[in-house]
């Protein structure tokens, strides 16, 4: 399957009314895009790597992808890789 769409400006990256503010997408965010606001993550701005950190990493699966692809609500991480690695690697302890 191929996709055909730009990753840049992060309209692929939807924050749902699943969202409990608990900011962990803001420290995996490795540039910063996210921020927590009346118990909600928000973008700051619009540019996104699309590393998925933030969809990857959140508990409520509140963060996804307007990608449609066969397994879209999955979540990975690898094993041996903690949050509080990616977290450190960011620098945003």
């Not at 730009?6 to 540039?31: A, H, L, S, W, Y």
Request: aromatic residues 6%.
């Amino acid at each position: 399957m191929h996709f055909k769409f730009q990753f840049i400006n992060g309209e692929q990256i939807t924050v749902t009314d699943k969202c409990v503010g608990c900011g962990i997408c803001t420290k995996v965010c490795p540039r910063g895009l996210l921020y927590v606001e009346n118990n909600r993550a928000k973008r700051k701005q619009n540019t996104c790597e699309f590393c998925l950190a933030c969809a990857q990493n959140c508990p409520s699966k509140a963060i996804i992808t307007k990608i449609k692809d066969a397994n879209s609500k999955a979540r990975y991480r690898h094993e041996k890789v903690s949050l509080k690695d990616i977290i450190e690697a960011n620098q945003q302890v």
